[in-house]
């Protein structure tokens, strides 16, 4: 993994950014404390790069030039067919100085134009400069697993791989609340995370999964769309034989997922997805190392489980036991790692177990993807509870409708009726759901009753209508939850220790079995979800893994919220300058009532505690929780200590 920092000028002064960029990458240390590269290309271009070498360690330098210079790239990520690429391109007179995959990416760039991106089996984010053409040209992967942002100034385009890396650059992010985006802000409080592709600061944008960027000096930004996720269930007369293409298209992409010249672990959690990972990468590494994230609460650490696990799959495993003070001490660090907010609580255990593993590795397996993929999420179960009144003629619906709004509040039923009544597209937007529009309207300061989570979902809604509801669901979550959620948590807190995260789900082979598998296969009509994926994994991991229910790094935010973290909570709210955007009292007034029982307000309170933490550092300025100088030259030292 690296980290990079491009400036492509549309006025010829890429010199005299030169300084300015060079000082920018040092934010984005972090991914990639092996080697620095800041090179100028003529008056055009100045990149800057941050490498963490897996891959021909001692050649594949970047910048990368390549074809005499014509062009030089950046590159975040790894390509597990670049060997098969570079051999296509050489029968077609590539030629090559290195052994990586950065060169193949370019070279294909060269012989086979923009369309090549759809060849790349990896994780992935690039630029390219092509100074006869003089276009720059960016592409981030399929599922997003790799992020990509980017602002146009007067003078020309900035792109790098995390956002605070471009607030230097950025107008709005100089002048304060004033360059906050509202509509964002608003989905924020609805989702818990800022959905693609807008970010918090109204001039800094990110990237699409499965997009591409094209862009000349003086003309606008394109973004074309490569990849879709093309859902196609199919009934199938042989389940057992795609139970075993799952399995077999799994084990390949382990495979690829483990291609390294450093040290490669895994995260061990307590469901079928992370110990299938672990399972497969035993076949071709039995002596990988787990890692593992846990409390000394009951009913919510994994580590039991995970250690049973490990044992019967004969690894070692490594706890990170995790307390709240931890997770009180970390949030400033996690926050400024996000770059924007997300009120996800199992980023802190991911944080820490994400230390615990760059100890010892330089690269983890996990097992993101996985619900998307294959139907796990419970929320999966809700069409089919709902289809006795879902399949009841609209007349019969609009009544049931009408008798659900007389209901009292919290009588039996009421929710049932709304939800049945209520069409998928309105009803579904994500896994998170914490603040409702009426909240909404309380909490903020200057609300706009226009802005709607159906303005995040509506178009993938409409690309999806030849699906059915559970297949519409994963459909919406992989362009939502999924990339605005789970992968940037997963990226940001591997790579806050230089720890490369590595998702085999994630692959295109292993998404060209699962877009097959129909609706029963996927979620049963006893409600068993992950069917097919259960079934193929069988035989491959622990026997009392196979059915046991997704925890999903579970986090005792409830509990400490109402004892050990109540002071800290409040003290957080009562010194945030952020009360122009929220109403802070009446977060206040959520978190008493918290803790007095009468509500269980965790997320909701949470959801805006991480928003006063983000803006205590990236507005005020007051907190300042950067690596100092010291431990970024210890995560060099370590990195170096791998090889």
């Known amino acids: 993994m ?36 800041v ?34 790239i950046t590159f975040n990520g790894e390509i597990y067919n670049y060997l098969d690429l570079r051999k296509q391109l050489a029968e077609v007179g590539a030629s090559f100085a290195t052994e990586g995959d950065t060169e193949a990416i370019v070279a294909a760039y060269h012989y086979w134009g923009p369309e090549f991106v759809s060849r790349l089996r990896g994780m992935f ?54 360059g906050l985006d509202p509509a964002a802000l608003s989905h924020y409080l609805t989702l818990q995370y800022v959905p693609e592709p807008g970010t ?34 199919t009934s199938t007369s042989s389940p057992e034989r795609l139970f075993a293409e799952i399995r077999d298209v799994l084990r ?12 490669v672990g895994a995260f061990l959690s307590s469901g079928i997805d992370s110990t299938a990972i672990v399972a497969l990468a035993r076949e071709h590494k039995p002596d990988i190392l787990t890692f593992t994230a846990g409390y000394e609460v009951d009913g919510y650490s994994e580590i039991t489980v995970a250690e049973q696990s490990a044992k019967w799959l004969g690894v070692k495993n490594f706890p990170a036991l995790i307390t709240a003070n931890d997770m009180m001490e970390s949030l400033p660090r996690i926050v400024w790692h996000l770059d924007d907010p997300v009120a996800d609580p199992a980023l802190v255990p991911l944080y820490f177990v994400a230390k615990k593993a760059s100890e010892q590795v330089t690269a983890v397996l996990s097992g993101e993807g996985a619900d998307e993929f294959f139907g796990g999420y419970g929320i999966y179960r809700e069409p089919l509870s709902l289809k006795p009144i879902t399949s009841l003629p609209d007349p019969l619906q609009k009544g049931l409708r009408a008798v659900s709004k007389v209901i009292p509040e919290g009588v039996k039923g009421k929710s049932f009726l709304e939800r049945g009544t209520t069409p998928l597209q309105e009803r579904y937007y994500g896994n998170a759901r914490i603040f409702t529009e009426a909240e909404k309207s ?18 993938h809604y409409r690309d999806a209508a030849y699906l059915d509801d559970v297949t519409q669901m994963q459909y919406i979550d992989l362009y939502t939850w999924l990339r605005g959620d789970i992968l940037v948590k997963a990226d940001r807190m591997t790579m806050a220790h230089s720890l490369e995260g590595r998702v085999p789900f994630l692959d295109v082979g292993v998404f060209d079995v699962a877009r097959k598998i129909p609706q029963e296969l996927k979620v049963t009509s006893k409600g068993i979800r992950k069917y097919a994926l259960r079934q193929a994994l069988e035989q491959v991991v622990p026997p009392q893994i196979v059915n046991r229910p997704k925890l999903g790094f579970p986090v005792p935010t409830r509990v400490w919220l109402k004892g050990l973290m109540f002071d800290w ?42 928003f006063c933490v983000w803006h205590s550092i990236f507005v ?3 907190i300042d929780p950067r690596p100092a100088p010291a431990e970024s030259a210890l995560l060099t030292k370590r990195a170096i200590r791998q090889r």
């Open 252 to 263: 390949e992409s382990v495979g690829l997922h483990l291609q390294s010249e450093v040290p």
């Open 200 to 233: 918090l600061h109204t001039d800094i944008h990110r990237l699409g999964s499965g997009e591409t960027l094209t862009w000349k000096p003086g003309q606008e930004v394109t973004r074309d769309r490569y990849f879709r996720p093309d859902f196609r269930p």
């Open 569 to 610: 909570a409040r003290g957080i709210l009562a010194d945030s300058k952020a009360g122009d955007l929220l109403d802070l009292q009446y977060v206040d007034r959520l978190l008493q009532a918290h803790k007095a029982g009468e509500a269980d307000n965790s997320r909701k309170v949470w959801t805006v505690l991480v």
């Open 125 to 178: 984010a690039f630029i390219i400069w092509d100074r006869f053409e003089r276009t720059a040209f960016a592409a981030r992967d399929h599922f997003g697993i790799k992020p990509l942002h980017y602002t146009v100034t007067p003078t020309g385009i900035f792109v790098s791989s995390e956002k605070k890396a471009l607030l230097p650059f950025s107008a709005a992010a100089r002048s304060g609340d004033a």
């Open 39 to 72: 090179r100028v290309s003529g008056d055009d271009v100045v990149l800057g790069f941050k490498r963490l070498a897996f891959i021909d360690v001692e050649n594949s330098h970047q910048p990368l030039e390549y074809a005499d210079g014509r062009y030089v």
């Open 442 to 459: 309380k909490l903020m300061r200057r609300y706009d009753p226009s802005v709607q989570y159906t303005d995040v979902t509506e178009q």
């Open 620 to 622: 005020e300025g007051r």
């Open 2 to 37: 690296c980290g990079l920092l491009t400036y492509v000028s549309s006025c010829g002064d890429a010199h005299h950014q030169r300084d300015g960029v060079a000082a920018a990458l040092e934010s984005i240390h972090h991914r990639g404390p092996d080697e620095t590269g």
